[in-house]
């Protein structure tokens, strides 16, 4: 395995992640990284061309970048354009995440999205989850033990979030509308929800979490809920629930995004880190 | 939901299937499967014209075909090819199981392949996960529970059969090849063993089940399990063991296929009528 | 089932309780608890007297005093010495919390002391086992799914605590000492740790939780632990861990008491709600 | 550690246990085992005295006697009476089972009754349990991933079936009486039915399995399962289901004992073998 790595820029996932690639003995030339602290003492490339020169693979911020212009460097006064990224890594393996088609495009640089790859949204979907049954415990103020919850949408996450709420002792249904789902959802002895009876049985549930990125929990739905339910909402933007009127309702809504990096920042980082040995790997 | 259904041929599940159907109500005309007790007092269809005549959906054997040129009868004297029922089915919905190209190419034909179904698959693959439970606790003379237990595979079968073997207690293994199954099998509280390590592994294993229809456990890996292993292969021909070079070795190796239609008959033609009903819905 | 109640001062629970017992149609009379504005419309009995001859069941704080002298009554101005209350108490049922001997040596009342019923306790292990994972999840960096956690003690709440961190995908070590324990943990796919072998497996956890009411982790076993370890705890005065010494050496310690208060204040109340039901039936 | 032992008399159990002493480096010392052909190079005692002479610990048949007179010897044409064995047992430790009075009054040996230890019993309601759930797929028509099952007493076999029907997907209900059982019932995430209201839940259980010694399954009862109900009893005599009347209504009814030594015979000599070592341990 390739036991040199250059970083250029990141926030402090990256900075965590630099310290263990060098924990685990690698050689670590960061750019774009000079007001962390705890990289103070690591090795520091003078110029972008002489980072990316010493070696072959090349990790930087993830996202690449939050404008789609200038890649992100929380930690630096340094100002780097996309292109000006991209013109320089003819030839190299970059690591990165959210790239642009700039990049897809360019067949002399080999890229790895780590959003893009299935067993990084694994590993966050494990965190994610347990955020969310941080959150309901946090919130709610029973017990999940005995109480009724639905989980809505049976991808990674839901997945993940009903086996872990059974561990827990709920009461788990799960909301689904493909039938090989489930008829997985009953193997897994959690109680199966089709989206089209979905309304009948809001008014059992104590607690919603949703996983749809789209409007499920809508101005009907949400008349049926219990007065006291919780809905957490994890789906991304635009959300699965209609929030403005939940809160006219006066529903306890939250909507929790970004969970890994908030409630299980280490983990955070060791994904990415073993997501990079996964490509490192011969 | 359409109640009217045509059954053309069929085995033990398909008479099982037919009085199942009649008793929710269906008005079931039967064709070649007059030898069938069960059935002595169901509408029978005079001639494979009539028969598919009275009903919009035609069942038929599952599989169509065992030689793939004869429908499959083994309750009825009745002799039929398949073209000459294909020609019958124009403008009629078939249901059936390893229909071949003919029936594809057939657009006057709306077909449903059972067997490719994966709703369907699920089903049986809960059904083939407790056959393999049953079996492993008939030939093994330790308990399950405390046994270092290899599930190779992860696809559905290895999924379920997991989650049943950890909720008996066993040490569950899972062997993949792909990162985020291994990762998905660390969620879920197995222990994952990536393919290329598998070696090392297999001396600590009590029982080992197979999902993979490729030769794993060829004669270099037999010589590695204990000598009081059980191997259970659940593979498709050919399976995925040397089973003459293990029973040179006088290695316990047991070769089970079509568990659920064996351990859980009944079972097995719910799972039919359930997808059935799942076709019929509007 | 008796549908009248007296209830004679309490804190916050007991105020919750007041309306619950209301909400399932009981007539509930209050004394001691004036200043409880969520109750102020309810039957206020004039004297304690009177509060007590109207109903055969009396409900207390629980638990009965905090100084072994006065009756609390934080809701209140009503200062009540406890021979004064049992003086008035001859002929009836009390249902209260950590009675003393002057109770038990009174053959006139018939005394139940909800904090000494096994039922109740088991309630508070379900509430004490989730805030216990709450709290790790909160305070440990990374997830808990895959963590290493020593549960200390398989009593109730280790009984729990293992089988829902278990759920959540953690590898559970259990300790105890009596080897049908031992056997026990074994049976539900723990990992069972005798005491006298403790010393040699402390440095792989990294989660501690301990329900053992003596000093289990010293200087010397505190020596041996990760020095990133999350020690949690739950054991009541003295704790079962040398925190001055953890303290010292910057290990992260969290002793957590009276959890299902805390965490989940309203199932709280229904435990002790649900106990009284039981005392109440025929 | 002791590692001398003298085995006089027992069946196939106790002839594999000699064998795992064996292998474990304990010199074995046999007496009216002399039929017992994988025994045959094992050392002998001459006579019963001498036998006994030879080592500190002295196993025996469990249990002791099947008529309460003579020692059970299946693999020996020795006749030996309990008292002529006891009043050779002066100053020794004894292994054995069902022991009797007799033995319990003679203050001169040291006795162990293998049956009585609570740690033989939990491992012993592992196998049961897994013999249980075995009996179960080999009889019932469907998978128990699904259906109803009802668990009747909630001790050691109670709790471990429990857990592990879960596991396999199964509706799990648990009976009991008490309330801290109801209690713990719920935590585990099973469906608790009182014994009281038992009646009313009967006619929904696919699978019906009995661990209380007691007639609970009289003909009343019996009026109200499915008329394809499995019922398997495991309580010993006189069992808990009216066989008779269940029998003549067409039931399905099996009274199962004895399950450790037949499901998992070798499991079974390992818990008589770690029990052992638990009593000679220091």
Redesign the interface.
Known sequence: MEKKISIIGGDLRIVNLAKMLAEDGFEVITYALEKAEELSNFAKGETLEETILKSEYIVTSIPLSKDGKIVNTPYSDVKLTIPELRNHLQGKKLISGKLDESFRNDSTIECYDILEM??Y???N???T???A??IA??E???????SNILVMGFGRIGK?LA??L??????VYCEAR???D???I????YKPIHLKSLDEHLPKFDIIINNIPVLVLDENRLNQVKKDVLILDLASNPGGVDFEYAKQNNLKTIWALALPGK?????AA?YIRD?IY?ILKP
């Open positions: 299935e067993e949204a694994v590993l979907a494990i965190a989850a347990e955020g049954i941080q415990m946090e709610y103020p029973k017990t999940l033990s005995g993940i086996k872990m059974q561990g827990i002792g709920a009461n493909k039938e090989p489930l008829a997985y009953k193997a897994y002895g409630v299980a920042p280490v983990s060791q997501t996964n």
